[in-house]
């Protein structure tokens, strides 16, 4: 059984931080490319970062320089590191593996003071 969770979002300030973790089972992870999606209220889903299966990473242009996505394929955890965070960041984040087309069940991250 395949499963994606998600966790670390919360409430935070503007400009604060949060680290978000997926925990992938099910999958052979190494092989995966993995992303972080989110979802705000009225919109469409989009993609906010992306990682290879060997380490190379891509990111939506709003996110480049206070994003950082990681992963560690022993533990099968995919991370996303968010710095100076703000408003429009607000959304469901989404963890999403390429092979199978697999999500997660969301972790909500609100920024707001």
């Known amino acids: 059984q395949v499963q994606l969770v998600e966790s670390g979002g919360g409430l935070v300030q503007p400009g604060g931080s949060l680290r978000l973790s997926c925990a992938a089972s099910?999958?052979?992870?190494?092989?995966?490319?993995m992303g972080w999606y989110r979802q705000a209220p009225g919109k469409q889903r989009e993609l906010v970062a992306g990682?290879?299966?060997?380490?190379?990473?891509n990111y939506q242009d709003a996110v480049k320089g206070r994003f950082t996505i990681s992963r560690d394929t022993a533990k099968k955890l995919v991370y996303l590191q968010m710095n100076s965070l703000k408003p429009e960041d607000t959304a469901v984040y989404y963890c999403?593996?390429?092979?199978?087309?697999?999500w997660g069940q969301g972790t909500q991250v609100t920024v707001s003071s």
């Open positions: 099910g999958i052979i992870f190494s092989r995966n490319y």
């Open positions: 999403h593996a390429t092979v199978g087309d697999y």
């Open positions: 990682i290879s299966s060997g380490g190379s990473t």
